[in-house]
């Protein structure tokens, strides 16, 4: 059983940069696919991000690539998901998750573990 805690949410200006934490206990979050979440209100969950089990690879969706960075950091047993130059359309609750795929998987159906969410609010 993986238990997942995200954090580092918050209130930012459009253009701003927000790092969210995620990290896992109970089991070695590396053994793991890692993706990253976000369900704004009103909207179905979307996916973002996703780095592979035991590996650096990685896979964005088309609306966050090149804004957001998906990595690993080992020793803390967490995954970080770096945003930059944030738009008010970022607002939503962001969600990271774990899965014994060894591929990308971008359905949250794939997904075995779930965190409790942040909310990342960008004003205009």
């Known amino acids: 059983q993986v238990q997942l805690e995200e954090s580092g949410g918050g209130l930012v200006q459009t253009g701003d940069s927000l790092t969210l934490s995620c990290v896992a206990s109970?089991?070695?979050?590396?053994?793991?696919?890692v993706g990253w979440f976000r369900r704004a209100p009103g909207r179905s969950r979307e996916f973002l991000a996703h780095i592979v089990k035991n590996s650096d690879n990685t896979d964005y969706a088309t609306s966050v690539e090149g804004r957001f960075t998906i990595r690993r950091a080992n020793a803390e047993n967490a995954v970080y998901l770096q945003m930059n130059r944030l738009k008010p359309e970022d607002t939503a609750v962001y969600y990271c998750?774990?899965?014994?795929?060894?591929?990308?998987?971008?359905?949250?159906?794939?997904?075995?573990?779930w965190g409790q969410g942040t909310q990342v609010t960008v004003s205009s």
């Open positions: 998750a774990a899965t014994t795929i060894h591929v990308p998987v971008r359905s949250d159906g794939d997904y075995n573990y």
């Open positions: 109970g089991r070695t979050l590396a053994n793991y696919g």
